[in-house]
C-alpha cells in the first residue's frame, strides 16, 4: 500500500436510518476507529426518523442530515451515495456497529483492487438469542456464483455472507444503482448488477462489522410484489433464474421461522401469481413440513 500522506484516505459514511436507538453507539463505534482519518457522516432518513436523533447531530459536526421520506433503503443509500464528496465511500446500517480499524483495512483492499468494491467480513449476533457466529472470509467473488445464490437448494446454506453494511468503493468507480423497487435482497441483486458490468467484488477476512440479524424483522420484508420484481429481473438476467429462485429460495427464510401465519400466506400468493410443476409443489411441501416442524420445536 503506498504511505498515507500520498493517498487521499477521506471516506464518506452513508448510513440510511429510521431513527434506531442504536445510532447513538454506531456513531460512537466509528469514531471509536483509530484509523479513521477525514470524514463525513450522511445520514438519510425520513423528517421523524431524523428528529428522533436530532441530540446526536450537535455532538458530531462530521454529520450531513439528508431528508428522504419514503421508506425504502434503496432510495436512501443511492441519495447518501449521491451527497458524498469525499474520495471513497463506505455503507453502514444503522442496527449495526463499526469495528476498530475497519476504516484502514477497508481502504488498504482498495489501494490494492482499486476497480472493485471491498467488503469486509463480520460478527454475526443473532438479535433474538445474542449467538454470536464469526462470517470471516478471503475472497473474490465471481458473477456466476452470486447468480447461483438464487437457485441454491432450499437445504443448503448461503455460501456467501455479503453485507452491503459492510463495504466501501472509490467514489470514482462507476457503481450500479441499488434498484427502488426493491425491498427485499435488493443488496444481492446490486451486487449482480456490480459484477455484471465487470466491476470486481472483494472481501477480506479481516472483521469490519457487527452485524445484528433478527429473522422476524427480514420477514416483515417479504412481500409478493417483491418477489415479482426479483423473479423479473433475475429472468432478464439468465432464462430461468427468476423460476428456480421462486421455486427454492422466495419461502425459505419464511419456512425456517415461527410466523406460521406468515408462511401460509405468502405460500398462497405464490401459488396464486406463479406456476408451479410437480417438483416445484414437492419443494413447497418441504418446507411446508420444515415449518410445521419449527413452529412444534418452538
Same mark, same amino acid.
Given at each position: 500500500?503506498?504511505?498515507?500522506?500520498?493517498?487521499?484516505?477521506?471516506?464518506?459514511?452513508?448510513?440510511?436510518?429510521?431513527?434506531?436507538?442504536?445510532?447513538?453507539?454506531?456513531?460512537?463505534?466509528?469514531?471509536?476507529?483509530?484509523?479513521?482519518?477525514?470524514?463525513?457522516?450522511?445520514?438519510?432518513?425520513?423528517?421523524?426518523?431524523?428528529?428522533?436523533?436530532?441530540?446526536?447531530?450537535?455532538? /458530531?459536526?462530521?454529520?450531513?442530515?439528508?431528508?428522504?421520506?419514503?421508506?425504502?433503503?434503496?432510495? %436512501?443509500?443511492?441519495?447518501?451515495?449521491?451527497?458524498?464528496?469525499?474520495?471513497?465511500? %463506505?455503507?453502514?446500517?444503522?442496527?449495526?456497529?463499526?469495528?476498530?480499524?475497519?476504516?484502514?483495512?477497508?481502504?488498504?483492499?482498495?489501494?490494492?483492487?482499486?476497480?472493485?468494491?471491498?467488503?469486509?467480513?463480520?460478527?454475526?449476533?443473532?438479535?433474538?438469542?445474542?449467538?454470536?457466529? /464469526?462470517?470471516?472470509?478471503?475472497?473474490?467473488?465471481?458473477?456466476?456464483?452470486?447468480?447461483?445464490?438464487?437457485?441454491?437448494?432450499?437445504?443448503?446454506?448461503?455460501?456467501?455472507?455479503?453485507?452491503?453494511?459492510?463495504?466501501?468503493?472509490?467514489? /470514482?468507480?462507476?457503481?450500479?444503482?441499488?434498484?427502488?423497487?426493491?425491498? /427485499?435482497?435488493?443488496?444481492?441483486?446490486?451486487?449482480?448488477?456490480?459484477?455484471?458490468?465487470?466491476?470486481?467484488?472483494?472481501?477480506?477476512?479481516?472483521?469490519?462489522?457487527?452485524?445484528?440479524?433478527?429473522?422476524?424483522?427480514?420477514?416483515?420484508?417479504?412481500?409478493?410484489?417483491?418477489? &415479482? =420484481?426479483?423473479?423479473?429481473?433475475?429472468?432478464?438476467?439468465?432464462? &430461468?433464474?427468476?423460476?428456480?429462485?421462486?421455486? =427454492?429460495?422466495?419461502?425459505?427464510?419464511?419456512?425456517?421461522? %415461527?410466523?406460521?401465519?406468515?408462511?401460509?400466506?405468502?405460500?398462497?400468493?405464490?401459488?396464486?401469481?406463479?406456476?408451479?410443476?410437480?417438483?416445484?409443489?414437492?419443494?413447497?411441501?418441504?418446507?411446508?413440513?420444515? =415449518?410445521?416442524?419449527?413452529?412444534?420445536?418452538?
Amino acid at each position: 500500500m503506498k504511505s498515507d500522506s500520498m493517498v487521499d484516505l477521506s471516506l464518506s459514511i452513508v448510513i440510511p436510518t429510521v431513527g434506531n436507538e442504536n445510532m447513538d453507539l454506531l456513531l460512537r463505534s466509528i469514531h471509536a476507529d483509530s484509523t479513521l482519518g477525514d470524514h463525513e457522516v450522511i445520514v438519510v432518513g425520513a423528517a421523524d426518523a431524523l428528529n428522533k436523533i436530532s441530540n446526536l447531530f450537535s455532538e /458530531y459536526t462530521c454529520i450531513k442530515q439528508v431528508e428522504q421520506n419514503i421508506p425504502n433503503v434503496s432510495i %436512501s443509500r443511492n441519495l447518501g451515495i449521491s451527497h458524498s464528496s469525499l474520495n471513497y465511500v %463506505s455503507l453502514i446500517d444503522d442496527d449495526d456497529l463499526w469495528l476498530d480499524e475497519r476504516a484502514g483495512k477497508l481502504l488498504k483492499a482498495l489501494d490494492l483492487n482499486p476497480n472493485s468494491i471491498v467488503f469486509g467480513s463480520a460478527i454475526f449476533v443473532e438479535e433474538r438469542t445474542n449467538k454470536v457466529h /464469526y462470517k470471516s472470509y478471503q475472497q473474490q467473488v465471481n458473477w456466476l456464483s452470486i447468480l447461483n445464490q438464487f437457485n441454491r437448494p432450499f437445504f443448503l446454506k448461503q455460501k456467501y455472507f455479503l453485507q452491503v453494511g459492510n463495504c466501501a468503493f472509490s467514489r /470514482y468507480l462507476s457503481i450500479p444503482k441499488f434498484r427502488e423497487d426493491l425491498q /427485499y435482497l435488493e443488496d444481492q441483486i446490486w451486487i449482480l448488477d456490480t459484477l455484471s458490468l465487470g466491476i470486481g467484488i472483494k472481501q477480506v477476512s479481516n472483521l469490519t462489522i457487527e452485524y445484528k440479524f433478527s429473522r422476524e424483522r427480514a420477514n416483515k420484508r417479504w412481500s409478493i410484489t417483491n418477489e &415479482k =420484481n426479483i423473479y423479473k429481473i433475475l429472468n432478464q438476467v439468465a432464462p &430461468k433464474y427468476g423460476n428456480k429462485y421462486i421455486s =427454492n429460495i422466495s419461502l425459505k427464510s419464511l419456512a425456517i421461522s %415461527s410466523d406460521r401465519k406468515r408462511f401460509i400466506s405468502a405460500k398462497r400468493d405464490l401459488l396464486d401469481n406463479f406456476d408451479f410443476g410437480p417438483m416445484d409443489k414437492l419443494r413447497l411441501l418441504m418446507l411446508s413440513i420444515i =415449518n410445521i416442524a419449527v413452529n412444534i420445536k418452538s
